[in-house]
């Protein structure tokens, strides 16, 4: 027994500790996909190598079921492919899909969190793309975070929409974006990030006022941009650069020029800078070299714009070249110097074709004022066109944002109602069908209770004529016991005594051979004759039984005898001798008795007759009982299923028997009933 | 007994009366001369009795049947009743009971109430029975028949003794009386006659608790 524990509890031992390894690996497998999701975004990890990574973790997920997992797969995945700079391929289709995987997941597992990312990506990816999609997506992003209460990602989803709504020129309604933004900023702890995206919204707003002509107020957020970029990050790597930059260009146009060269100065006192940041340098050094020019020191001119114009050519920075050519062909024109301008400002043309309408406003403006004739026309004509579209366009825009967002509200608020709608309609539906099924179910059980009643009643029914054939049958036996008794009797008091009568006297009358008593005994052997004819007779009584069969028929004509006293008919009744009643089995006799008794009934309920003809005849072993009344008659093909037909249908089936209806209005009906014996 | 002899033969069958008058007739002694009366019911034999005492020439003997149409009256219902009224008006004529009942009921009852001189079941009764019943009774009374005598010896030599209720009980049974209608026979309650037939059956040890046999040990014993 010990060995068999010791065997049990190795046997056991060893199952747990598989199972428990079995379980430690799965952990640790889940484990692995975050380790491979966070391989993948590395960026010390090859390109090549990080798609393979992403696929792992999509698989390892998959394998163990863990949607949570899955989801930051597909987030992972679609993240790579959002954009080349990871030395994957960018592909719209593959981040679309992985993107959609995640918000169908993460809705299905109800994982707000990742709902929310998923949002957030989706929006972050269609930032440069689509700015309705952006926004749609941002702000779905953005409610989801609200709900979850999650500050930070609210905020920084909020950045998006507030540069989005400024692109679209609706500079005011980002402001308002970046104010709520920056509220809720102030409500979290001072973390780099906090203070990053704090400086960055500063910056938005510096924006926004310039744009809004503002000026001081712009002037007031971009220092603070400035200040608490310099508080995180100093003032090194030209992290300030921009700021700088945009500080600039709002002084120069509040026409402060001198403060305006003295920050883009700032900027380009990196020498280093058009090495490092050619982008920047060219815009700073454009800046500096325009600001210049509004402040009429035209020394430095315009070799300033001909350099940053090389290093764009050189470089491709098209965008940069946009301004430079514009202020180049300004600058010419300023001089006199028609040829030179109307070449920049075709390149200005040609350039802003590619970006802003607004540049491409302005190059068309300018050109029309350079040429002259029919292409100045041509070119004024191009510009009104632009103007009317940008103008219409701007006013469809103004109020899309919030537009969009009642769209999404309403969408959400649909969304809701039909889900509302589709809890009614399933809840009055469950109540329609479990309703329906307790009618269903009464309707059933009082069929069935109608139908025990029935069969009850036509119990008792056979019962009482049963009890009633009981009792007849025992009058039957009294009446027999009497016969008998008085056969007794007579046998006893009549022929015995004359037996025995003779007896004495012939024994008597034995000895004497006198002639006398020769005479006498012949007197009584005679009278032994009549006895032998009195016994025979009683013998013949006792052979007949005068009361078989009797009992069924008197039942019947005492039912006929009442049932018609009752209903007030006259009654003929006609029975074939001949009808042997006691070979029918009692069951028999019950239904042929219901079926008189029901005849009669229906005779009485609908027939108004006066006078019913009922009569037994044997034929063929066949007993035939025929009810013809005198009454009102009835259509036999209308007729059919009433209760007290189908009881007598139901009966004569019960004999093996058929039913024969013949009726004429007015004359009367002949039911007669055929049954074997 | 010789001389004249004064006979009253009571049956409501004339050809029994025939054969009893042939037979005394046929073996009379040779002194002796029989006048004899025939009555064939109740009526007609108190008509002759009560005759017979008014002219102060009584019977000397009296054929008396025990099955007899009952008196107009009501008050004579058998031979019994007859033979009762006999013992009275005629102290000293001799009673013969001819009857065709063998049950030792009746039997019984006959003897106890009557207590005739002769006692005749026709059944077994010869003519030279008759005869010599005739003359016995007539010089040396008592005479039962073999019938009689072995019912009485029946009774007599079983141990067990059955009062006169459970005798009627027992001889009603065997009528086929029903054990309810009893009571009505018998006026006692219904309890009572299940009560009296426990205790018959205790006496005859019937085991099955059956009426027929209880009936058939009564038989065997001779009390029905």
Known sequence: VIQLNLRFFILFSFYALVSYSQESARIRELDSVEHYINKSKAESSKSKNRLKYAFRAKALSQKHQSDTLLVKSYLNLASLYSDSENGIQHDK????????????????????????????SLGYYYYDKSVDSAYYYNSKAEKLYRDLKDDLNTAIVLYDIATLQRSDKDYTGSELTC????????????????????????????????????????????????????????????????????????????????????????????????????DMYTTALDNYAYTLFLSKDYSKLP??????????????LNYNSVAINKHLAEYYQAFGKKDSALYYAYQFKAVSEKYYKDDLLNALRMLSKLESDSLATKHYEAYIKLSDSLLKNERAIRNKFGRIQYETDEIER???????????????????????????????????????????????????????????????????????????????????????????????????????????????????????????????????????????????NSLIENQ????????????????????????????????????????????HAKSVKISFKLKNNVICLVVKDNGSGFDVNKVKSGIGLKNINSRIKEINGMLDIKSVIGKGTTVTIGFPT | MSGIIKILMIDDHPMIIEGYQNTLQFSKKPNQELLID??????????????????????????VDISLPPSKDGLMQSGEDLAGYARTIFPKAKIIILTMFNESFRIHNIIKTIDPEGFLIKSDLTSSELASAFQAVLHNPPFYSGTVNSHIRKSITSDI????????????????????????????????????????????????????????????????
């Open chain 1, 179 to 278: 104010i709520n933004a920056l509220s809720l900023l102030d409500g979290l702890d001072e973390t780099k990030e906090v203070l990053r995206y704090r400086a960055l919204y500063y910056s938005v707003l510096g924006l926004n006022f310039r744009n809004l002509e503002q000026y001081e107020k712009s002037v007031e957020y971009h220092e603070k941009g400035i200040n608490l970029t310099k508080k995180i990050f100093g003032n090194s790597d030209n992290v300030q650069n921009p700021n700088w930059n945009n500080l600039g260009n709002t002084y120069r146009a509040a026409g402060q020029y001198k403060l305006a060269i003295e920050n883009y100065n700032l900027i380009l006192d990196n020498k280093n800078l058009a090495a490092e940041d050619p």
């Open chain 2, 38 to 63: 025939i009555a064939n019911n109740c009526d007609e034999a108190i008509k002759y009795m009560d005759k017979s005492v008014e002219k102060g020439m009584p019977y000397d003997v009296l054929f």
């Open chain 1, 414 to 556: 649909e969304n809701v109602k039909i889900a509302k709608e589709r809890m009614w309609l399933l809840i009055i539906s469950i109540v329609l069908i479990i309703a329906s099924f307790l009618i269903y179910v009464i309707i059933n059980q009082r069929n069935k209770n109608k139908e025990l009643k029935f069969i009850q009643k036509q119990q008792e029914a056979n019962e009482e004529i049963y009890n009633l054939m009981l009792s007849q049958h025992e009058n039957i036996e009294e009446a027999r016991a009497l016969e008998k008794k008085r056969i007794s009797q007579e046998l006893h008091d009549g022929v015995l005594g004359r037996l025995f009568g003779t007896r004495l006297s012939l024994d008597s009358l034995n000895m004497g051979t006198t002639a006398d008593a020769i005479n006498s005994r012949g007197k009584y052997i005679d009278e032994l004759k009549t006895i032998e004819q009195d016994i025979r007779k009683v013998s013949h009584e006792l052979n007949t039984d005068f009361v078989s069969g009797a009992g069924f028929v008197d039942i019947i």
């Open chain 2, 161 to 224: 003794v059955i009062d006169e209720k459970n005798r009627k009980i027992l001889h009603l049974l065997s009528q086929g009386v029903k054990t309810k209608n009893l009571a009505a026979h018998l006026d006692i309650s219904l309890s009572a006659v299940e009560k009296r037939k426990k205790q018959l059956k205790d006496l005859f040890s019937v085991e099955d608790g059956q009426d027929e046999t209880l009936l058939e040990e009564a038989r065997k014993r001779g009390f029905v």
């Open chain 1, 564 to 607: 018609t006293a009752v209903y007030k008919l006259k009654h003929q009744i006609d029975h074939d001798g001949a009808i042997n009643w006691d070979a029918i089995s009692n069951k028999n006799k019950i239904h042929i008795y219901r079926i008189i008794q029901e005849t009669l009934h229906n005779i009485h309920k609908h027939a």
């Open chain 1, 303 to 316: 070799g300033l714009y001909l350099e940053a114009l090389k290093i764009c050519d050189s470089l491709n």
């Open chain 1, 93 to 120: 289709d593959l981040f679309v899909k992985y993107s959609h995987d995640a918000l169908n997941l993460s809705k299905r597992i109800n994982n707000m969190p990742l709902l929310a990312l998923a949002n957030k």
